[in-house]
């Protein structure tokens, strides 16, 4: 249970940081997928796929398949690529529930 609730705690961080950083459209943030691995790996109390088995679980990102991440139509790059989609709509309810202070 305490590494569920470091998780949670720290996907609650994760998210208020990315807020600030990419813009929240659709109750989705997109972000690239190496800076994803990054943001989760830096903190060593789970593994990456550790991480990752609960974020898919909990619904915290939104994803396909076996993978983390979804295909999304690039409007920069003019193209489809894969990025990690954080469902924000989730992140919402989590932290509304959750009384952690950060």
């Known amino acids: 249970m305490n590494q569920l609730f470091t998780i949670i705690k720290e996907y609650i961080f994760i998210v208020e940081q990315l807020t600030l950083l990419y813009p929240v459209e659709n109750d989705r943030i997109i972000i690239d997928r190496n800076a994803f691995k990054q943001t989760l790996e830096q ?23 076996n993978n983390y991440t979804m295909p ?21 309810t989590v932290s509304k529930s959750c009384s952690i202070n950060i």
């Open 72 to 92: 999304y139509k690039d409007k920069e790059l003019k193209k489809t690529v894969r990025k990690v989609i954080i469902n924000y709509k989730t992140y919402k």
């Open 43 to 65: 903190n060593g109390f789970a593994s990456f796929t550790q991480k990752i088995e609960v974020y898919k679980d909990l619904g915290f990102i939104i994803f396909d398949n």
